[in-house]
């Protein structure tokens, strides 16, 4: 018997505010822009990309309570091994980072399906260790989730999800609904991805990395959807700095789902804002000056600096923006991955430079 899943999700994703179709209009039209207006090299493009993995596998794996700063990354994607692969932030963000660059790579080769879904879980999976027994099948026991504060603690329990006797029927629907609704295309995408994505989180249907998987599978839809510029701007980063919000917006939301008064607009409003700004971004990009719109406030400190004088060293910086040294470093990574500075020397005596 199939799960009753058609009805309720349309019922969702059909009640729209002017807020929500403002937005989904202003997206359409930022779309439309960077298809028309994409100017950028290959190499450009090609170094944004590599900055959008790196910053898209932090931000997702943080959320979860990882740890590793995007400098920290790029040392470890760039070959500098860390003395324990053992660690758990390693494991993650090696899993994050590779099926991130898959679906980049792949996103429209096969449809979107159970086998798929495993298939990306199994690969996000890879490497931890803890997760070995139930890496691309669906979860045994109970789960619930939870939300972490920034040193990985546990500080609250947000909603029950789906039992286990009943995930893989649940799954299998939302998947069939999903290709329906895109295959008929009676409503917005985003609205379909956003019902798609609310629904999947709280089936919540392996035992661990749903979380993580949720915002891979938001980029794979994203992009088969026809955003182009998904690849480049990430949207992990985005709900990394508006995290209490992201975590507010799915709780209120899940709450009501099962519910006689099923309303899930906070989540599509949320949703719908990180994507305008993602697309707004991203439409900042098309113009060679305009990358430096990518920078967190920090990074951006920084760079103002270096323009200010020209060359500098980590010890100046520090001085110079009050900002701690971890993130100064931290911010010469970014703006190294972006080609907007560069290094000279090595060590202790390395300074930095426009390009």
Same mark, same amino acid.
């Given at each position: 018997?199939?799960?009753?899943?058609?009805?309720?999700?349309?019922?969702?994703?059909?009640?729209?505010?002017? $807020?929500?179709?403002?937005?989904?209009?202003?997206?359409?039209?930022? !779309?439309?822009?960077?298809?028309?207006?994409?100017?950028?090299?290959?190499?450009?493009?090609? !170094?944004?990309?590599?900055?959008?993995?790196?910053?898209?596998?932090?931000?997702?794996?943080?959320?979860?309570?990882?740890?590793?700063?995007?400098?920290?990354?790029?040392?470890?994607?760039?070959?500098?091994?860390?003395?324990?692969?053992?660690?758990?932030?390693?494991?993650?963000?090696?899993?994050?980072?590779?099926?991130?660059? /898959?679906?980049?790579?792949?996103?429209?080769?096969?449809?979107?399906?159970?086998?798929?879904? /495993?298939?990306?879980? $199994?690969?996000?999976?890879?490497?931890?260790?803890?997760?070995?027994?139930?890496?691309?099948?669906?979860? %045994?026991?109970?789960?619930?989730? %939870?939300?972490?504060?920034?040193?990985?603690?546990?500080? $609250?329990?947000?909603?029950?999800?789906?039992?286990?006797?009943?995930?893989?029927?649940?799954?299998?629907?939302?998947?069939?609904? /999903?290709?329906?609704?895109?295959?008929?295309?009676?409503?917005?995408?985003?609205?379909?991805?956003?019902? /798609?994505?609310?629904?999947?989180?709280?089936?919540?249907?392996?035992?661990?990395?749903?979380?993580?998987?949720?915002?891979?599978?938001?980029?794979?839809?994203?992009?088969?959807?026809?955003?182009?510029?998904?690849?480049?701007?990430?949207?992990?980063?985005?709900?990394?700095?508006?995290?209490?919000?992201?975590?507010?917006?799915?709780?209120?939301?899940?709450?009501?789902?099962?519910?006689?008064?099923?309303?899930?607009?906070?989540?599509?409003?949320?949703?719908? !804002?990180?994507?305008?700004?993602?697309?707004?971004?991203?439409?900042?990009?098309?113009?060679?000056?305009?990358?430096?719109?990518?920078?967190?406030?920090?990074?951006?400190?920084?760079?103002?600096?270096?323009?200010?004088?020209?060359?500098?060293?980590?010890?100046?910086?520090?001085?110079?923006?009050?900002?701690?040294?971890?993130?100064?470093?931290?911010?010469?990574?970014?703006?190294?991955?972006?080609?907007?500075?560069?290094?000279?020397g090595e060590g202790r005596g390395s300074r930095y430079r426009l390009?």
């Open positions: 018997m199939k799960y009753p899943i058609k009805s309720p999700l349309n019922q969702r994703i059909s009640r729209t505010n002017s $807020a929500i179709n403002a937005m989904l209009s202003q997206v359409d039209e930022l !779309r439309g822009e960077w298809t028309g207006g994409v100017n950028l090299s290959p190499q450009i493009l090609g !170094r944004l990309k590599k900055s959008a993995l790196i910053t898209s596998a932090g931000a997702s794996t943080r959320i979860e309570g990882a740890k590793l700063s995007d400098a920290e990354i790029e040392r470890l994607i760039n070959g500098l091994k860390f003395d324990k692969m053992a660690d758990r932030s390693v494991q993650e963000v090696q899993g994050y980072y590779e099926t991130l660059e /898959f679906i980049y790579d792949n996103y429209n080769d096969t449809p979107i399906s159970e086998n798929y879904i /495993f298939e990306l879980h $199994a690969r996000l999976l890879a490497y931890s260790d803890k997760d070995t027994r139930h890496k691309g099948v669906y979860k %045994k026991l109970e789960n619930s989730v %939870k939300m972490y504060n920034a040193d990985g603690t546990e500080v $609250a329990t947000l909603f029950k999800t789906s039992p286990p006797l009943l995930t893989e029927q649940h799954t299998r629907a939302l998947v069939e609904w /999903f290709n329906d609704e895109i295959d008929e295309n009676n409503h917005h995408p985003l609205l379909v991805i956003a019902g /798609f994505l609310v629904e999947f989180l709280h089936i919540h249907p392996f035992q661990d990395g749903n979380g993580r998987l949720s915002r891979l599978l938001t980029d794979l839809l994203m992009l088969r959807a026809g955003f182009a510029y998904v690849p480049y701007l990430s949207q992990a980063k985005i709900i990394e700095e508006n995290k209490a919000e992201y975590y507010i917006a799915l709780r209120r939301s899940q709450i009501t789902l099962g519910t006689p008064h099923e309303n899930i607009t906070p989540w599509l409003e949320f949703f719908l !804002r990180v994507s305008l700004k993602q697309a707004k971004d991203a439409v900042g990009l098309l113009t060679g000056e305009n990358v430096e719109k990518t920078l967190s406030r920090y990074q951006l400190a920084v760079w103002e600096y270096i323009k200010k004088v020209g060359e500098a060293d980590i010890k100046t910086t520090v001085a110079a923006t009050k900002i701690e040294r971890p993130t100064v470093k931290q911010a010469y990574a970014k703006l190294l991955s972006l080609k907007l500075a560069e290094r000279v390009i």
